[in-house]
């Protein structure tokens, strides 16, 4: 959905999260917002606004400690102006609750006495006042800012839609002692300090109304006991993901939000760009979805353990060129119905990523209906495979196939079968993965027709390829695939140093039962059966490559290992 009204562009702002220890954790500082405000209207928040021209004041590196514009722009990830970010945090703390994080000639943050507090309360209603900048009472104080105190923690950016944004930029620090909170009465209220799960158990019960974002940082902040430990989480250097929430539809009709690492994230982001909170965050069987220009999604009825929400089936094309269906699932009378329904044109072109029974055996009856001409690899000769499936033109890798008014180019990519291939839409860089690639679990690898080996070979061809989504056989849309899949390859690569260490732990002859245990013993027991599938593949492959031995049903470490 499109809309003419101009977009509003998001003002960066800061934001600080003040910790300290207690006997039970840490608690954090929270400020209750005055009704009177346009922006989070009483609700209790960090410390934090929007930057202003001050935070970019000539002389404001002379007034940091530790840390400059350079260092503070490529922690941000930006060319220049981060410092202004840090000063902004600390400012905006001043202003709204009359904590200074300063240094006044030694190491130890600001220790105010009764004369100091009341000299910084004046001088804090005469910035409020605008009479005075921040930089002003830095100067005139003799007061440098402990931007060496803080640690960049998160960024977040309000949604679409909403009349006014902010790009912000979280930040954590240690509260500073001797000094005394006191709300200004203009923008803030009341104040707390509480352990972020306290806050949001009152947050449930309807004692505490916090934000989004607020409640999400919250539970992050949850599991540290120290806020030393905390300091140094924040300082590893790590990507951050940008944590944009967008708008969903639940199964209710109820709107909520959803962040990065939600499985309708990247869709409801690509499809909704003005967060209309039009887009389901749910996969309806037989309900077809536009996820593209000539693009449909249906998926099958099918849902498991194995398939997710159901399997997806991808209408592509238009009444004037026709209609491709990549994958038309299980042979289920309803789906192939609501395919046939669902399609914008006839339906001319068959497409099968692979012969798994959940994702080809349609294609007879489907093909009987419309007279469709089916496209693929024939299958394996074994039971798990689709026999019926008898493709009437047998694709290779890398053909481009001229259909449905546009170009399929065929991406054979073996592991999870040895005929799996991807389909890529040239014209959307949209590729349809079939179960090369699955949202929310790995795939099973599962010998003798499954290989590891040519799997993770299958995923590294993938980063040679311009893809901007993947349509997975189960699941949502995929952004950043580059990413998705360096993460598989990653979790493959853990994976197999855990067999690695079963096999040296196990220090005999193994069999699969007994290593199953060891290699995944992060993984629920009752899933060991289908474990067992990828754990063969994976001591296949280590069988090949001279570091595990096989001997009858039972695998050990090669002795030079």
Known sequence: MTSSVAPVVPRPA?????????????????????????????????PGGALDRTDHHPEIASLCVGLDDKSASETLGIEQGGLAYWIAAIRECFEESGLLLGYRGNDRLLELATDEADRLAA????????????IDILLKEQVKAATDRIAYYSHWVTQAGRPRRYDTRFFVAQAPEGQTALEDNHETVGQIWVRPDQAIDLHRSGALNLMFPTIKTLESLAPFKYVEELLEYARKPRPRQVMAPVTGMDRAGVSHNLIPGDFAYAEIKKLDTDNQGTCCSYIQPGQPVTIGQDVLRVTAANPGMMTGPGTNSYLIGNAEHGVAVIDPGPLLEEHIEALIAAAPGPIRWILCTHTHLDHSPASTLLKQRTGAATYGMPPPPFPNQDQSFTPDHIVTHHERLNIAGTVIRVVHT????????????ESQNLMFTGDHIMQGSTVVISPPDGSMIEYLASLRLLLDEKIDYFAPGHGFLMDKPAENVDRILIHRQERENKVMAALKKAGKPASLEVLVKLAYDDTPERLHAVAQKSLLAHLEKLRTQARANQDGNLWSLASHV
């Open 123 to 134: 001088l804090r209603l005469e910035m409020a006042q605008s009479k005075l900048s921040f």
């Open 414 to 425: 073996p592991g999870h079968a040895s005929n799996q291939v991807c389909f890529l839409l």
């Open 14 to 46: 800061a934001t600080v999260i003040l910790a300290r220890n207690v006997s039970d954790g840490i608690e954090v500082f929270m400020m209750e917002r005055t009704t009177a405000v346009e922006f989070a209207k009483g609700m209790h928040v960090f």
